[in-house]
């Protein structure tokens, strides 16, 4: 089953949600590193250019999962007592995560873009740089990135413990229908 | 009403000697100078080695500046600079934001950088030394560098022009900028060119 259904995410939501959750943890360890590194690291161009490389394909994916959301349904809440608060409230952190998944990775690309000079990715295909910029643009982009992925990250936890909670204490399906695809129940 | 009267005569004249007493030495002394920034004749450059193998260059965009120079008493010359350290441009949007962080020249904490002159010896007509206050990153030292005039005159334009150029070698440390690029790129040198609006 690819598509959701009311009760169940299909396959493509789910590869969707953890390969982009595996990679922006990475993304995030990436960057904190990267920064840290001088001048004569090995590792000091390479990294930079992994975690471009890394970012723009994120950005593509992002984009289709979007695009899929959209032409798809989304399943109910698994939790059959979820306060209209609850429902609301994870409904808000999903929303908030999209935006600043957004935000920081077209920040990030207009980190790299802000000369003119294109995105290589994996030395592969070149992403153009808009045709204008603002003064100082790298510094502006680089504060809006670092500060929006540390909130991403935090989001994220919450949105974590949310689903630990959800499994552990009220048992219910809220996690697992995110790890395998639930066969749908006819009621 | 004659006593406030008098008393608003004295203010005035007091007001008007003062001005007078300010603006007199330096009509006597050599011309005032306003940088050309706004026709960009002028510029301030910066050149350190890469891993010892090539040059790179880099330069401020927005800086201002003032001097004051006649070619009969050349000696009495005094110059004053203030450069945005923001304003730094490599040509490279993720160099530049490097440079600015505080690995480097920290430009929030300290975001100008000056210079005032506090000596100027001219060895000959077109030729000398200029020694003062130099401050970036919040470190002031007294530097010495030589400057030569380019060149003197009437422009198209009905106004009165004099370029000068410099040359200087900064020692990055000195500066307080402490990360390491490597034996060949300890020192960054740093060329001014300007060209001066006579006022």
Redesign the interface.
């Known amino acids: 089953m690819l598509r959701n259904t009311k009760t169940a995410y299909g396959w493509v939501a789910i590869l969707l949600h953890w390969v982009m959750a595996f990679a922006i943890f990475g993304m995030f360890g990436l960057g904190l590193y990267m920064v840290e590194l001088?001048?004569?690291d090995a590792w000091y161009k390479g990294s930079?250019d992994l975690h471009k490389s890394i970012g723009i394909l994120l950005l593509g994916l992002l984009l289709l999962r979007t695009l899929w959301r959209w032409i798809n349904i989304s399943p109910d809440s698994a939790d059959e007592h979820a306060s209209n608060f609850e429902v609301k409230s994870a409904h808000l952190v999903h929303l908030g995560l999209y935006l600043l998944m957004f935000t920081i990775m077209i920040s990030g690309y207009l980190?790299?873009?802000?000369?003119g000079?294109g995105i290589m990715v994996f030395e592969v295909f070149s992403v153009p740089a808009i045709p204008f910029s603002v003064d100082?643009?790298?510094?502006i982009a680089?504060e809006i990135h670092e500060i929006l992925a540390w909130m991403l990250i935090l989001l994220a936890g919450v949105h974590g413990i949310a689903a630990i909670k959800h499994h552990f204490i009220n048992k219910n399906k809220t996690l697992v229908r995110m790890l395998k695809v639930q066969q749908t129940e006819s009621k | 009403m004659e006593n406030r009267m008098k008393k608003q005569i004295l203010a005035a004249a007091i007001t008007a000697s003062s001005l007078f007493a300010v603006v007199a030495p330096n009509a006597a002394q050599a011309a005032d100078y306003k940088v050309d920034v706004a026709g960009a004749h002028a510029s301030v450059q910066f050149k350190i080695k890469h891993l010892g193998y090539s040059w790179l260059l880099g330069r401020f965009n927005t800086f201002d500046g003032g001097f004051s120079y006649d070619a009969k008493t050349p000696n009495a010359s005094q110059i004053n600079f203030v450069i945005d350290t923001?304003s730094l441009d490599s040509?490279?949007?993720?160099r530049?934001?490097h440079l600015?962080s505080d690995d480097f020249l920290d430009v929030r904490k300290f975001p100008k950088a000056t210079f005032k002159s506090e000596s100027i010896k001219f060895s000959d007509d077109d030729s000398g030394t200029v020694t003062g206050a130099f401050t970036l990153k919040g470190i002031t030292k007294t530097i010495t560098f030589p400057i030569a005039k380019i060149g003197e005159g009437s422009d198209p334009w009905g106004g009165y022009r004099v370029g000068f150029t410099g040359e200087t070698s900064l020692k990055l440390t000195d500066y307080g900028i402490m990360?390491?690029?490597?034996p060949a790129s300890a020192y960054v040198d740093m060329t001014l060119n300007i060209e001066g609006v006579r006022q």
């Not at chain 1, 100082?136 to 510094?139: C, K, P, R």
Request: hydrophobic share 20%; aromatic share 8%.
């Open positions: 001088t001048y004569y930079l980190i790299s873009t802000a000369d000079r100082n643009q790298e510094d680089g | 923001a040509n490279h949007a993720e530049d934001k600015r990360t390491n690029l490597g």
